[in-house]
């Protein structure tokens, strides 16, 4: 868009500047105060120069704003807004929660164009600096020239941008989805722009980066559209994935897309409790699956199908996670039957108890496997033993890990001033929820997880408590670690509010009478950076669970350099190198917990954590590229996981060589490398791991 020479307001700007002198009253103590941050610009040409307009709001108004004239081009011109954001929040105790700007914004500063072109080299974008630096989300509101002046188009860029906020929170955004088909809004519906994809391409290895644009050119070449459905837009690994990969998808312009049902508390008191727990094999005795909880579950999806969905299986690949949507199969099958189906389980299920017949959970499975089996291919995590036979002789199976995001709110590098506020927030939840409050001097032990059975924590406490009677004595107290219990709930998850109770009726036993204060147990808001706060600043991080598929919170522990005790428990084992990256314990077992804490906190491994210790907002970090690096393999980050995607998405096509030959000859090349350009039977893929296919080390056959 090219910028108009004048603006509306022709006043004399040279007295409207910020106040940024250091209140001289603010203890070092204080708290950051939030504030939102709103930005009109022109960038102007002969000569370059850049007219803005600044607005402070503390949500309840304007406290301050600034309207001048930076002359320059316009990356000295963004340089220079952002140090001044810099220089405000550091002289007046302030933190930016969001920075909303009206938008379109003028070329260079809007982001590129959706492209499968993307150069590795280019410089972060204005937009990607703000996350980054200053840790605000920021916003493009488009609103410009549609106010009296700038300071207005700044207001009401502050104004679109709360309007997405969840209305319990300053700085989470809802997680939205659109009326007529629940599509899920990522990103307040594109209003959030968090990072950039030659970000993503600059933290993956070259080989990986060309394998996805590789693919990603095939798809588009044949304007392949996806659709993924799973339960619920936020809360839980899978919903953190979707919108990550959404995310990098829409950034290069491929047609994927994502739905959730309108959800309902009855139903998702079945799926979670009668369908998944009872193929984790955590169900307590004596649930079953009756025959009104199927009616009820076949009727919901019905209902979701005809009022939402009608328009939006017209896919030529559907993707279904999980047991929650597995009714919507038979549907897709009857409605759509050209679309190609994949099933993607991101559970441990029991299949010992399923091949020998074992109730609930034979009889749970074998009702879902009805749907499941109509699909064209089973996606599980990488271990053999979350596949039921019966599943094996049905379909072709094929195994690949979740991931997660190098540059989202989760994983993000966060700066050292902020750090401190995600502490105080953390204390806030616990002086409402208990009273308690952390030290923070004196260090704690931290598992992020759903307050779920599967998660073991009734034996992380009980180990905690053997850690503190082994060290009793030896340590003194300003010097002993706190044990910290926290994750996100999720609206399709009934259990967090009943562990939460279990855990409060042992802590208050007499045998947890003297650590019971220093056990904190609270469920967090929607805030993925509070989360990667409390990571970035724990001595050892934990993941104890007696079930586990694949737990991307142990990967995103490892990402951090966070030292790790995590239990032999599914797939855990092949996301921690023991010795390494942590300690691998048995499952359900307390002193195996204990041992690795009283190794940790007496080999001087303590001393070498830190929140400093790969947290530098000027080098992100990504996966490792070899088995030699450090962090995690970077097939389980975004660009991984997107990548073996495409790569079964083409493999379910069948796409042929006559289909991919308008795409660039290099990737041309890359196709043929890995056999993705021949058709092939899917029982070729059967058992076979979707990395070795893509990377080449196992490449399948025509």
Request: hydrophobic share 35%; charged share 25%.
């Amino acid at each position: 868009m090219s910028a108009p020479e004048t603006t509306k307001d022709h006043t004399d700007h040279s007295e409207r500047k910020l106040h940024t002198k250091p209140k001289k009253t603010r203890k070092e103590s204080a708290d950051l105060s939030p504030v939102y941050h709103g930005l009109a610009m022109r960038v102007l040409k002969n000569p370059d120069r850049m007219e803005y307009a600044v607005v402070i709001h503390d949500g309840m108004g304007v406290v301050g704003t600034e309207h001048d004239t930076i002359w320059g081009t316009p990356q000295e011109a963004t340089n220079q807004l952002i140090d001044r954001a810099k220089e405000y929040c550091r002289n007046r105790g302030h933190r930016i929660e969001l920075y909303a700007v009206a938008g379109p914004l003028d070329d260079p500063l809007n982001w590129p164009k959706p492209s499968l072109d993307v150069d590795r080299d280019r410089p972060l974008s204005f937009l990607a600096r703000i996350w980054l630096e200053l840790d605000a989300i920021p916003f493009v509101i488009p609103c410009r020239d549609t106010q009296f002046s700038m300071e207005g188009e700044a207001v009401r860029a502050i104004e679109g941008a709360l309007a997405t906020l969840h209305p319990t929170s300053s700085a989470i955004v809802k997680a939205s989805c659109s009326h007529d088909d629940r599509e899920v809004e990522v990103d307040a519906d594109n209003k959030v722009h968090l990072n950039d994809v030659n970000q993503q391409a600059a933290l993956t290895s070259p080989r990986l980066w060309d394998l996805f644009i590789s693919t990603g050119h095939a798809l588009k070449q044949n304007k392949i559209k996806v659709a993924f459905f799973s339960a619920t837009p936020q809360g839980g690994g899978v919903a953190l994935m979707r919108h990550a990969l959404i995310r990098l998808w829409r950034g290069v312009g491929l047609d994927f897309h994502w739905y959730v049902p309108k959800g309902d508390s009855a139903v998702f008191d079945v799926t979670k409790r009668r369908f998944h727990n009872v193929l984790q094999g955590v169900n307590p005795p004596g649930v079953t699956l009756r025959d009104e909880d199927k009616q009820l579950f076949e009727k919901w999806t019905r209902f979701n199908y005809e009022k939402y969905w009608k328009n939006a299986v017209k896919a030529d690949v559907i993707i279904i996670d999980d047991p929650q949507l597995t009714a919507l199969i038979p549907i897709i099958r009857k409605q759509s039957p050209n679309t190609k189906i994949i099933y993607r389980s991101h559970i441990q299920v029991r299949s010992d108890l399923i091949d020998q017949k074992i109730s609930p959970a034979y009889d749970v499975w074998s009702y879902l496997f009805e749907f499941i089996k109509q699909t064209d291919l089973f996606v599980s995590h990488p271990v053999a033993e979350f596949v039921p036979q019966v599943v094996r002789d049905a379909l072709p199976v094929v195994y690949m890990p979740p991931s997660t995001d190098p540059l989202d709110g989760l994983n993000k590098p966060i700066l050292e001033e902020h750090l401190a506020t995600y502490r105080h927030f953390f204390n806030e939840l616990m002086h409402k929820s208990t009273g308690q409050q952390l030290n923070w001097k004196r260090g704690y032990v931290l598992q992020v997880a759903r307050f779920d059975p599967s998660k073991g924590i009734p034996y992380l406490i009980e180990g905690y408590k053997l850690f503190r009677e082994k060290i009793k004595g030896s340590r003194p107290l300003e010097k002993t670690p706190q044990l910290v219990l926290t994750g996100h709930s999720s609206i399709d998850d009934p259990d967090g509010t009943l562990i939460i109770h279990q855990i409060q009726d042992t802590l208050a036993t007499p045998e947890y009478a003297d650590v019971k204060d220093d056990i904190f147990a609270v469920r967090a808001p929607p805030d993925d950076r509070l989360l990667d706060a409390m990571m970035r600043g724990c001595d050892v991080a934990c993941q104890v669970s007696t079930r586990e598929g694949f737990e991307i919170k142990v990967t995103e522990a490892v990402h951090k350099t966070r030292w790790i005790i995590a239990t032999q428990a599914g797939g855990i084992p092949l996301q921690v190198r023991d010795g390494r990256d942590g300690r691998l314990v048995p499952p359900a077992d307390p002193q195996g917990i204990c041992d690795a804490l009283v190794e940790f906190y007496s080999s001087g491994k303590e001393q070498a954590t830190g929140e400093i210790r790969g947290n530098d907002i000027n080098k992100p970090l990504g996966g490792r590229w070899d088995e030699d690096g450090d962090g995690p393999r970077e097939e389980l980050f975004t660009v991984g996981n997107a990548t073996m995607w495409h790569y079964l998405c083409c493999s379910v096509l069948g796409l042929t060589k006559d289909q991919v030959r308008g795409i660039p000859q290099k990737n041309q090349e890359t196709l043929q490398a890995i056999k993705l350009d021949t058709p092939k039977n899917l029982y070729k893929l059967n058992n076979k791991k979707v990395w070795d296919m893509v990377s080449g080390a196992d490449v399948p056959t025509a």
